[in-house]
T-cell receptor, first 115, second 110 residues
Framework: EPEVTQTPSHQVTQMGQEVILRCVPI?????FYWYRQILGQKVEFLVS????????KSEIFDDQFSVERPDGSNFTLKIRSTKLEDSAMYFC?????????????FGPGTRLTVL | QKEVEQNSGPLSVPEGAIASLNCTYS??????FFWYRQYSGKSPELIMF????GDKEDGRFTAQLNKASQYVSLLIRDSQPSDSATYLC??????????FGAGTRLAVHP
């Protein structure tokens, strides 16, 4: 069964460093998303991406964040200068079409630890 | 601000019993709801989604939607210890994002 994959599974970085989190969405999916979950808190939406552009972003997704689809399979989230409060699980998700009637499938996540 | 509310639990049920998980939502215009299961330290795994009033069944799982009362529930029949997890209710906040509840922790004891 096709699934979303993410690398790395765990990333440790120093405050102020840049990180890139990578995702390979399900191959026939056209909509891509990043969510994050701080330990013990809700899953929060960061950004959605369709047709090579951002379709929506949350207040969390400020100028320090960017997304890119550099080729036909990868979808990346870059954090330019990490802060302690960026420590969280980051989930990539994809769907065939958009909401409200299409399911989003989540990858296994990348645990980001900022020291 | 659209919100999805869930009782954090834990909900403790004996093995073989029916577990009933509930979710209420603030946006009367919400058109669909998604139930995800999340094991500790893992990602959300889609169980079911529902968009019509009434019941939708899939194996041991039944989702129930009542738009007039603005609640959606998930019933798990014949609960197993492997069902012990946090169950997340989510609803679209537009065409591009899901809004998640805080989740209800379910503990199924032998």
């Amino acid at each position: 069964e096709p699934e979303v994959t993410q690398t790395p599974s765990h990333q440790v970085t120093q405050m102020g460093q840049e990180v890139i989190l990578r995702c390979v969405p399900i191959s026939n999916h056209l909509y891509f998303y990043w969510y994050r979950q701080i330990l013990g808190q809700k899953v929060e939406f960061l950004v959605s991406f369709y047709n090579n552009e951002i379709s929506e972003k949350s207040e969390i997704f400020d100028d320090q964040f960017s997304v890119e689809r550099p080729d036909g399979s990868n979808f990346t989230l870059k954090i330019r200068s990490t802060k302690l409060e960026d420590s969280a699980m980051y989930f990539c998700a994809s769907s065939v079409k958009g909401l409200p009637y299409n399911e989003q499938f989540f990858g296994p996540g990348t645990r980001l630890t900022v020291l | 601000q659209k919100e999805v509310e869930q009782n954090s639990g834990p909900l403790s049920v004996p093995e073989g019993a029916i577990a009933s998980l509930n979710c209420t939502y603030s946006d009367r215009g919400s058109q669909s709801f998604f139930w995800y299961r999340q094991y500790s330290g893992k990602s959300p795994e889609l169980i079911m989604f529902i968009y019509s009033n009434g019941d939708k069944e899939d194996g041991r799982f039944t989702a129930q939607l009542n738009k007039a009362s603005q609640y959606v529930s998930l019933l798990i029949r014949d609960s197993q210890p492997s069902d012990s997890a946090t169950y997340l209710c989510a609803s679209p906040g537009g065409y591009n994002k899901l809004i998640f509840g805080a989740g209800t922790r379910l503990a199924v004891h032998p």
